[in-house]
């Protein structure tokens, strides 16, 4: 598998290299992947872990890169403040999707009613096949710039109601967070979305079967609340990112397309300072990519991929680990879940008494987790009823923002043994990685603003122009 993927991107680099020098206009097939949260950290991360895992396997072939993103030739950097500072995914949806600058909250509008059009709605009306993937829900705020425009992005019924009115050929991911809306009592969005002519496959079976032609909508068996399952905790039958958006390819590969795809779930992990779960959430993307960089070499004239991000979430920094050389993969590696899955079905409080609760924290998290006073408080602070915790102050909402106290407090504690720490549970103002390959990706080299990303991917398209 390793030796595959090697060979793999190799080939790709190679296409893309050849495709970057010819700087033609004109691309056909058009790749936008948004990793949420996702910062150099993130990446760098992910980076070792590969290599961690390269070397477990026995694998020592000498290897420029671990990841297929920090492979593309053609490298920048973007700033993602919002007009309210540092932003969250709507302001910086709506930015990467519309060229434009908004306020927090706001989805592909001014958060005053005038409306913004975007990059996959210029495209299709452009005679572009539209495909927009995400691990996340279909009405969260990165997908829904591309699609949707409101002035919250809380308002996901009213969001969800513009996905088939896009007319986009494929959605695809976890699917609707809330198909009949907050009180379940409207007409279901997946409903209104058959009426309007979409196919809706929703198990493995039916996602097998989606063939070319017509629209389609594509959900996760495994999607809960609209989330696919995270990728550390998928189970083997569960469709992964980098399928839907072989999916989309099969589907609207026959002419033009432009696909967004979005590692929607980077952010959430970051949030909760799960190192673990986050580096599983980038390799899935990576994976992704992957899917895409296998096209551009069959189609290197006119395919154009570019991997960017929204913000970074949690302040993440790698240090050398205190526990030594291996500590970092050696943890990252042994977590057997997410925080998630740890805080629903193992760490709750019971009859178990410390002692036992460590000895399950331990065996999820690994030795990482060690018998401290910040443990014993954390426990103690999640044996404790919600409304009885100290949850406004500000020594709460350092130590365990909104989660879990002991989950928080396992996880921060292993996550520090094997040298990553956070500064925060909500995002920073840091700037992100812009990688680009084949046509027309040279222009996505230097520094620039994020709003900068809608308007070079409407120059390489060629229809920079007309808009
Ligand atoms: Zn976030």
Redesign the pocket.
């Known amino acids: 598998m390793n030796l595959r993927r090697t060979l793999r991107i190799f080939a790709a680099i190679l296409f893309a290299l050849a495709c970057a020098r010819q700087a033609r206009a004109g691309a056909k097939h058009v790749f936008l992947f948004i990793g ?2 996702m910062g150099t950290a993130q990446r760098n991360a992910s980076e070792i872990f590969m290599a961690g895992k390269r070397t477990a396997d026995g694998d020592f072939s000498p290897r420029q890169s671990q990841l297929a993103m920090n492979s593309l030739p053609v490298a920048g950097e973007i700033g993602t403040g919002s007009l309210s500072g540092v932003t ?2 709507a302001a910086a949806g709506t930015a990467l999707a519309t060229g434009r600058k908004t306020k927090n909250g706001a989805v592909a509008t001014d958060g005053d009613g005038a409306k913004f059009k975007s990059i996959a709605e210029i495209a299709h009306e452009n005679g572009y096949k539209v495909g927009i993937v995400t691990s996340s829900f279909f009405e969260d705020a990165t997908p829904a710039a591309f699609y949707a425009h409101s002035d919250s992005r809380g308002r996901r019924y009213e969001i969800g109601r513009q996905l088939p009115e896009s007319g986009f050929e494929y959605f695809a991911g976890g699917g609707f967070s809330s198909p009949k809306g907050k009180d379940k009592k409207m007409r279901s969005l997946v409903e209104i979305a058959a009426s309007k002519g979409y196919r809706v496959a929703s198990t493995r079976a039916g996602f097998d079967s989606l063939s070319p032609g017509g629209r389609a909508i594509s959900t996760s068996p495994g999607a809960r609340a609209g989330y696919m399952p995270w990728a550390i905790d998928a189970a083997q039958n569960d469709i992964s990112l980098a399928e839907f958006v072989k999916k989309g390819i099969d589907l609207l590969g026959g002419g033009s397309f432009f696909i967004m795809a979005e590692g929607g779930k980077i ?2 992990a ?2 909760a300072n799960d190192a673990a779960t986050a580096i599983r959430e980038v390799i899935a993307l990576d994976e992704a990519v992957e899917t895409a960089l296998a096209f551009l070499a069959e189609h290197p004239d006119d395919t154009l991929i570019v991997v960017t991000s929204d ?1 970074e ?1 949690g302040g993440m920094a790698l240090s050398v680990a205190p526990d030594g050389k291996d500590a970092f993969y050696g943890a990252m590696s042994r977590q057997m879940g997410s925080y998630q899955r740890f805080e629903s079905s193992v760490g709750q409080p019971g009859a178990k008494g410390f002692e036992g609760h460590l000895a399950r924290a331990r065996d999820f998290f690994g030795d990482g987790v060690t018998e401290t006073g910040a443990t014993r408080t954390a426990l103690a602070m999640t044996a404790t009823p919600k409304k009885d915790r100290p949850v406004k102050s500000a020594q709460y909402k350092k130590l365990y923002g909104p989660y879990d106290p002991f989950t928080t407090a396992c996880v921060r504690e292993m996550n520090a043994r094997a040298g990553v720490t956070w500064s925060t549970f ?2 920073t103002g840091k700037r992100v990685a812009v990688s680009a390959a084949g046509a027309g990706a040279e222009a996505f080299a230097g520094e620039y603003e994020n709003t900068e990303i809608f308007r070079k991917l409407l120059d390489a398209m060629g229809i920079g122009a007309a808009r």
Do not use: F, K, V
């Open positions: 949420d949260g969250d995914s952010d959430l970051c949030h913000h979430t909500y995002h």
